[in-house]
């Protein structure tokens, strides 16, 4: 039996958290893989291949980098919460080795949460083409405006049948998962997991009409970039820029990376992913719990009001 420890290395708590989990874990004769980093773990995984389990120890945005190692292998993962926020994460640190015990003996508590599978088409000035294929998404697609600051003005299509024509700073397309991140702040509504649509949302539309919109799972939803408005744009995988080559490292320069070729997003089709992700928690009403803990307070309240 294999394990995929994915700490946040930039945080000391993480890292001795994760460490002891993985001396606990060769004492039980299980092996121990850490994810890839540049400096503390160079010769670590680059994907889930071969784990029974993958245990992110931080916040959302290390789960999210989880997720993206497992992709649609459906490796179940367990998230430990080290983070500011913790929504996705929400697992805290007592019981730890407990929890990773029941994890492996099929004990928890599965979430499926849905995932979506992007497709993009770049064009450079020169009129030379690429296009990028199925990349995964746990939380969302975001097209958003470049550095000089112009509004985006795009179509919207789902399943063929056109919705409208936007100018706006760009537009959100999230899974539920992603429903409580960038599509919440853009105005979005907060969504159950259960649900296995797509979540639709402008962020400042120039227009008091347009509105979130939800889709059915079968739907696939296309944005196509005016060429009457050639502005700059860039695109984003839960966080990450999606460029010409794919998914942009945080390694190099991402910003000169697409203005090296001055490469342009022409038409983004986003449909739901192959496969879930396998989220593991303690019980099937830790969503709930998590959405009155971080957006309503209601955690602190009870403890207050005890």
């Known amino acids: 039996m294999k394990v995929l420890l994915v700490p946040n290395y930039s945080r000391e708590d993480a890292k001795e958290g994760s460490q002891h989990i993985a001396t606990w874990l060769q004492g039980q004769g299980i092996e121990v893989v850490w994810a ?25 945005g290390t789960l999210l980098r989880a997720a993206r190692l497992i992709g649609y292998t459906e490796v179940p993962l367990l998230g430990i919460s080290y983070g500011h926020l913790g929504f996705l994460a929400g697992a805290d640190q007592t019981h730890i080795e407990k929890r990773i015990a029941s994890a492996l003996a ?18 450079n000035e020169s009129g030379q083409r690429r296009e990028i294929k199925d990349v995964f998404c746990l939380n969302e697609l975001a097209l958003s405006r470049g550095m000089l600051g112009d509004i985006v003005e795009f179509d919207i299509e789902v399943s063929g049948n056109f919705i409208d024509r936007l100018r706006a700073d760009g537009f959100v397309v999230s899974t539920a998962t992603g429903s409580t991140g960038y599509a919440l702040s853009a105005g979005g509504p907060i969504v159950t997991p259960a649900f ?12 008091i009409q347009a509105r979130a919109f939800l889709t059915s799972p079968a739907d696939i939803v296309e944005l196509t970039i005016s060429r ?12 990450k820029l999606l460029g010409p080559e794919g998914l942009v490292s945080a390694e190099v320069n991402s910003r000169a990376a697409l203005e090296e070729e001055a490469w342009q997003a022409q038409k983004i089709t986003i449909a739901k992913g192959a496969e879930d992700i396998r989220f593991l928690t303690d019980d099937n009403h830790g969503f709930y719990r998590s959405v009155s803990r971080v957006f309503y307070g209601m955690g602190e309240r009870e403890q207050h009001s005890r």
Do not use: W
């Open 196 to 207: 296995k649509g797509m979540v639709c949302v402008p962020i400042a539309p120039h227009t």
């Open 106 to 123: 099929g004990e928890l508590h599965v979430e499926n949460r849905t995932t979506l599978s992007v497709s993009a088409t770049f064009q």
């Open 228 to 239: 009457e408005r050639p502005v700059e744009r860039a695109l984003f995988c839960d966080g």
């Open 36 to 60: 890839y980093d540049k400096h503390k773990a160079p010769l670590g995984a680059t994907n889930a291949a071969g784990a029974s389990l993958v245990i992110s120890f931080g916040g959302d």
